[in-house]
């Protein structure tokens, strides 16, 4: 994934399976701000069980509380790797924040920008409250106009795949 705007250009890999991801790339101005700071939520967590794994976390301090997913930018260069972050919930509007890697610059006089790229979702179904495609019977009703008659084996393939794409239970 590339990613580029007025603070930074970077690029962002894929390692072992999703499971890291390396950033590299420049700060452009680095000059102008005293400190650069690339942050990560700590990672995914991978339960023993099926229905613990990939949940985001409940809130952003729970998410980056003691995370690894930390480095100093001391000079305009950047090559780091990081675990894959999770993602977590704001805490108003309970709306999830998609795994996100975020630079936060700050200049000589004081001021603080914080830039935040967002990766792609790894558990998209996840979540702790109700996905904003449930709005009635309809979100579980959709299913039965798509799938096709066959066998248990290909409707439960073809199921997996229109919960994703389609965004159904």
Not at 90 to 117: C, W
Not at 141 to 155: G, S
Request: glycine share 4%.
């Amino acid at each position: 994934m590339e990613f580029n705007n007025q603070y930074v250009q970077c690029n962002v890999q894929f390692l072992d399976n999703c499971s890291r991801i390396k950033i590299t790339g420049t700060v452009k101005n680095r000059g102008v701000y005293s400190n650069v700071l690339l942050l990560a939520a700590n990672p995914i967590d991978r339960m023993g069980s099926y229905s613990g794994t990939g949940l985001p976390f409940p809130c952003a301090d729970v998410a980056f509380e003691g995370t690894a997913n930390s480095k100093v930018i001391s000079s305009n260069t950047i090559n780091v790797t990081f675990t894959y972050p999770n993602s977590y919930y704001t805490v108003a509007n309970k709306k999830k924040l998609v795994s996100s890697i975020f630079f936060v610059f700050e200049t000589k006089d004081g001021e603080t920008n914080v830039v935040r790229f967002e990766l792609k979702d790894l558990y998209p179904l996840r979540t702790l409250v109700n996905r904003d495609s449930r709005t009635g019977p309809e979100f579980y009703a959709t299913k039965y106009e798509m799938l096709p008659i066959d066998t248990a084996e290909v409707i439960m393939r073809e199921y997996a795949k229109l919960k994703v794409s389609n965004n159904i239970a």
